[in-house]
Nanobody, 124 residues
Framework: QVRLVESGGGLVQAGDSLRLSCSAS????????MAWFRQAPGQEREFVGG????????YYSDSVKGRFTISRDNAVNTVYLQMNSLKPDDTAVYYC?????????????????WGQGTQVTVSS
């Protein structure tokens, strides 16, 4: 069982940066593949990026590649999402997710554990 708690959301202006954190419970955090998803009003939950636990390999959606960076610190059971050059289209609730399998998946249904979400709003 893994419990995830996101933090770091807020209201920023276009071009600003923001870092989200996701703190996880559990003793086997390093074995989990972690991912960030986001969901804007009226839209489906969208994959943002993920990081494997075994080798910290990362994979991003095309919409954030080059602007967002995912990292993890297994010593403190935390995964981060550094978001740079934010755009109004990045406005959404951002969710942290975990799966106890090595491979990163882009479908929300492939993840077993979810946080409660944190709101990110980017004004133009």
């Amino acid at each position: 069982q893994v419990r995830l708690v996101e933090s770091g959301g807020g209201l920023v202006q276009a071009g600003d940066s923001l870092r989200l954190s996701c703190s996880a419970s559990g003793r086997t955090f390093s074995g989990y593949t972690m991912a960030w998803f986001r969901q804007a009003p009226g839209q489906e939950r969208e994959f943002v990026g993920g990081v494997r636990g075994s080798d910290e390999y990362t994979y991003y959606s095309d919409s954030v590649k080059g602007r967002f960076t995912i990292s993890r610190d297994n010593a403190v059971n935390t995964v981060y999402l550094q978001m740079n050059s934010l755009k109004p289209d990045d406005t959404a609730v951002y969710y942290c997710a975990a799966r106890a399998v090595r491979f990163i998946r882009v479908t929300a249904g492939d993840y077993n554990y979810w946080g409660q979400g944190t709101q990110v709003t980017v004004s133009s």
